[in-house]
T-cell receptor, first 109, second 117 residues
Framework: ELKVEQNPLFLSMQEGKNYTIYCNYS?????LYWYRQDPGKSLESLFV?????AVKQEGRLMASLDTKARLSTLHITAAVHDLSATYFC?????????FGAGTRLTVKP | GAGVSQSPSNKVTEKGKDVELRCDPI?????LYWYRQRLGQGLEFLIY????????KSGLPSDRFSAERTGESVSTLTIQRTQQEDSAVYLC???????????????FGPGTRLTVT
């Protein structure tokens, strides 16, 4: 059974600091998605990673995928308060999407 | 353009009652998905529809859950004899297709928050 594990589940960080969220999964996949969810809102797509070694960056967020290690990372650079949200990774196995439990990020001034 | 819409946005129902949740996908999207998100947790896949193919019901948690979709339009998720553990946000998503030949990104609706008292 495909398992998707994110860590940490909760992350409180100071503005200006860097941190990485990890997403491990248990079955071979070459498609991984990162989503952002604000409280009471739906999911917003951030990144789609389609191959080993894929790296994508948008603003202060950078996502990477290592299919051999079955690991994706979401790196936050110089965090700002606006990044406070819950971040989910999702692994696509033949369009069967399995989501991690989410990382609730709080950025404090 | 219009995104995925869901109704109602909130639903409070008594234990044992039936509820119907509605999803309007993005026009032209042939694939439609239903997920359940319990408080503080990730998304749990329930069911998906692709065109006129038989739906993949593998994620439905019990026979109290069912879903229908007419063609490539509106879908309804029905929960019969609701239980308190059914309380969750039910999210719908749609995509242009479903398969391995291309990447079909899913676009999510705002969700329906169901509370069973």
């Amino acid at each position: 059974e495909l398992k998707v594990e994110q860590n940490p589940l909760f992350l409180s960080m100071q503005e200006g600091k860097n941190y990485t969220i990890y997403c491990n999964y248990s079955t071979t996949s070459d498609r991984l998605y990162w989503y952002r969810q604000d409280p009471g809102k739906s999911l917003e797509s951030l990144f789609v990673l389609l191959s080993n070694g894929a790296v994508k960056q948008e603003g202060r967020l950078m996502a990477s995928l290592d299919t051999k290690a079955r690991l994706s990372t979401l790196h936050i650079t110089a965090a700002v308060h606006d990044l406070s949200a819950t971040y989910f990774c999702a692994v696509d196995i033949y369009n069967d999407m399995r989501f991690g439990a989410g990382t609730r990020l709080t950025v404090k001034p | 353009g219009a995104g995925v819409s869901q109704s109602p946005s909130n639903k409070v129902t008594e234990k044992g009652k039936d509820v119907e949740l509605r999803c309007d996908p993005i026009s032209g999207h042939t694939a439609l998905y239903w997920y359940r998100q319990r408080l503080g947790q990730g998304l749990e896949f329930l069911i998906y529809f692709q065109g006129n193919s038989a739906p993949d019901k593998s994620g439905l948690p019990s026979d109290r859950f069912s879903a229908e979709r007419t063609g490539e339009s509106v879908s309804t998720l029905t929960i019969q004899r609701t239980q308190q553990e059914d309380s969750a946000v039910y999210l719908c998503a749609s995509s242009l297709g479903h398969g391995r030949l291309a990447v079909y990104e899913q676009y999510f609706g705002p969700g329906t928050r169901l509370t069973v008292t």
